[in-house]
């Protein structure tokens, strides 16, 4: 496995003559992120993973802060799941002092401000910067980001829309724990008692799934949000039934996909999840 801790380095170790598949992370790597470059393998691709905790994404400092870093461990993990080359670059190969950084803002319209955004303002901004530029640097064909963000995928895919890009975006599935529980890098920050609390929110999503069958939306809206008060261990911070296109919540009788999305804290731990309900 190749690391390249420059843009020059990639260019340097990537054959041309071969479909590239990117799985761009921020480390504190998990089985969800060996399963985006166990799927670009298999698609054949020479696989490019990055890690890099990007500060822009951050609208709170002090999860920034926080922000489990464990190079070493994410580089065997990368090795053992197949990974061609690792993107390791420092701050200023992303962000070079004196270039103009606002070329790569993108404005992603009502999307960027709904749910994950309205709690986490300026989030996708720096999301948008950050794999703009990531990309620019690894000129993936297909790049590979896990279901669990699933505002953070339609962005993505608004993203190559205003780019005009040919790149391919995939989404895939949330690997999850035994327990329903998504996995996600935040988990390891979790206190015992807060982990276990923690399953609530896929079961909370599993619930709605059925509430809405037998007894509609707001139901299932309803239901869930009881399920949390009372709770010593997680605050609800957000519970929805959307459509998965525009973000707009469902209304009763609707017709089309309803999925759910959920963000709460345990502690000072954020964790989201979602689940698509029929
Ligand atoms: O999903 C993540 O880990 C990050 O948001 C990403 C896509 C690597 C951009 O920093």
Same mark, same amino acid.
Request: aromatic share 8%; charged share 25%; hydrophobic share 40%.
């Given at each position: ?16 003559? !071969? ?26 691709? $020479? ?24 190079? @070493? ?7 053992? /799941? ?41 989030? $996708? ?19 590979? $980001?896990?279901?669990?963000? $699933? ?19 995939? &989404? ?15 988990? !390891? ?5 807060? !982990? ?25 809206? @309803? ?11 997680? +605050? ?16 009763? &009788? ?5 999925? /759910?999305?959920? /963000? /709460? ?10 689940? +698509?309900?029929?």
């Amino acid at each position: 496995m190749f690391i390249a801790k420059t843009k020059q380095e990639i260019d340097q170790f990537t054959p041309r003559d !071969r479909k590239v598949g990117f799985v761009p992370t921020m480390g504190a790597l998990h089985e969800g992120h060996a399963s985006l470059v166990t799927a670009s393998k298999l698609d054949g691709h $020479f696989t490019v993973a990055s890690i890099f905790v990007n500060p822009t994404q951050f609208n709170d400092p002090k999860d920034f802060e926080k922000y489990p870093v464990d190079t @070493e461990r994410d580089l065997e993990a990368l090795e053992a /799941a197949g990974c061609d080359l690792v993107f390791l670059p420092t701050r200023s190969e992303i962000y070079p002092s004196g270039t103009d950084l606002e070329r790569y803002i993108h404005d992603f319209g009502a999307l960027e401000n709904r749910l994950e955004g309205a709690f986490r303002p300026g989030h $996708f901004r720096g999301v948008g910067q950050v794999v703009h530029i990531l990309f620019e640097a690894v000129r993936p064909d297909v790049a590979y $980001f896990g279901e669990k963000d $699933f505002q953070q995928l339609q962005v993505i895919k608004q993203l190559v829309k205003q780019l005009n890009s040919a790149i391919e975006i995939k &989404g895939m599935p949330t690997v999850r724990e035994p327990d329903g529980l998504a996995m996600s890098s935040r988990n !390891r920050r979790l206190t015992p008692t807060q !982990r276990t609390a923690s399953t609530l929110l896929y079961q909370a999503l599993s619930r709605a799934a059925q509430v809405l069958v037998e007894q509609g939306v707001d139901a299932a809206r @309803e239901q869930v949000k009881r399920s949390f008060e009372g709770n010593a261990h997680l +605050r609800l911070e957000y519970f929805d039934i959307i459509d998965p296109v525009t973000f707009l919540p469902r209304k009763e &009788g609707d017709s089309g996909t309803h999925h /759910a999305v959920i /963000a /709460a804290y345990a502690g000072d731990v954020r964790l989201i999840d979602n689940l +698509r309900l029929d």
